[in-house]
């Protein structure tokens, strides 16, 4: 029996010599889409003589200066005001060298190396925390409506430390969970 090398032949089977034989369209290769060169849009070229000389608007230019200054002063301090804002009532947050747990306003939010997990105050049914009885490990379960639930664990530094974090966890959720 001869086998080809060559990986550009195509076994060619047909109806009549294989009866299991079916062709099936969803089994070919995927046919790479052709580059198109993109149409570059020339900047339309200005003519020196209608072009309008740089020292006819330079007060013009300073007032919008200004104004596109104003508006980024304003836009930076609304976005401290808000920062300011969701920092308002109790906020726990702990973390080590690889994850961390904060509760806060906006809700619980689970950070676990370069992931995270927010999840809202309105979708979540109930939150457990288990401290660890040997070692350091804090662990706290987010129970969604929805029947899911998520953990995160924090290695606490010592054991002290670690026996203070369910009083602060449980006065930050009694400020925000709600009990239905």
Known sequence: ME????????PEFAAGTDPAF????????????????????????????????????????????DA???AVADAVAGAEGEAEGAED??????SDRRGSIRVAREGIRF???????????????????????????????????SRRWFNAEVEAASRAQLKEWPAELDAVLDAYFEES
């Open 89 to 94: 009532g109790p906020v726990f947050e702990i």
């Open 68 to 70: 596109e200054a104003d």
């Open 22 to 65: 079916i062709p099936l369209p969803g089994l070919a290769a995927p046919v790479a889409p052709r580059k198109t060169e993109p149409e570059s849009e020339a900047a339309p070229e200005t003519d020196p003589e209608t072009a309008p000389e740089l020292d006819e608007a330079p007060e013009a230019a300073a007032e919008a200066t």
């Open 111 to 145: 950070t676990l190396d370069d992931q995270e997990a927010d999840f809202d105050w309105s979708e979540i049914g109930a939150v457990e925390m288990n401290p660890a009885r040997f070692g350091r490990r804090f662990t706290v379960t987010v129970h969604l409506s």
């Open 3 to 10: 086998q080809s090398i060559d990986s550009n032949k195509k």
